[in-house]
């Protein structure tokens, strides 16, 4: 709401004219505003490899946008490339390492919002909830896209830096977690079932 985030916007705009845009809008939340930043990015380039979701806390390296472009060129069949969490301000490694597993996803989420996604992903429809007011909507946002048949896939090295304060969303998350778990597993219901469970397992782990 205050006029200087206008004035920096603005000035980076200038600066970088053609590469920086904004988008004004009502508040509908953090997820009403990547939904508007899918829109507009499918709209504007619909030839663009995928998105990088970033938030006010996050910092690329120099070298990350290369990174994940050979990655998406070594890895066509990648839907989406996680990475390690590499914390700053408080100071903290989450280690990402693995193959990606739908039934440990269910349960821990180990895909950092801060993850490079394939346009295909959007234009299958997937999108955030904009319901979830107290977190986990990154969470949700993978499962809807498992549902849809995408998968991710662990991107070492990718450069990626998220901010850790005390207080955050996350922390807010955490206290909120039982309500927030009860309406992801209403939503996601097909998911939880033991049927579910056992076949994703024969599948993925036999």
């Not at 990547?34 to 120099?62: H, K, S």
């Not at 070492?156 to 207080?167: N, S, T, V």
Request: glycine share 8%.
């Amino acid at each position: 709401p205050y006029p200087e985030t206008r004035d920096v916007v603005r000035a980076f705009q200038i600066a970088h004219p053609g590469l920086i845009h904004s988008v004004r809008q009502p508040n509908r939340g953090l997820s009403g505003a990547r939904n508007t930043g899918i829109d507009v990015a499918l709209a504007r380039w619909p030839e663009a490899l995928g998105i990088w979701f970033l938030d006010a806390d996050n910092v690329l390296e120099p070298w990350a946008l290369r990174r994940v472009g050979e990655a998406c060129e070594a890895d066509p069949d990648a839907d989406w490339f996680f990475p390690d969490i590499m914390g700053f301000g408080v100071r903290f490694l989450a280690d990402a390492a693995g193959p990606y597993d739908v039934i440990e996803h269910l349960v821990h989420n180990f895909c950092e919002a801060g993850s490079f996604v394939r346009m295909r992903v959007f234009e299958a429809g997937v999108r955030f909830d904009e319901n979830m007011k107290l977190g986990y909507e990154d969470w949700d946002f993978w499962l809807q896209a498992v549902t849809h048949g995408f998968r991710g896939r662990y991107l070492p090295d990718a450069g990626f830096r998220y901010r850790k304060r005390g207080e955050s969303m996350i922390a807010n998350s955490e206290r909120d977690h039982a309500e927030i778990m009860a309406y992801m597993r209403r939503k996601h219901r097909r998911f939880f079932t033991p049927q579910r469970i056992v076949s994703l397992q024969a599948r993925d782990r036999p």
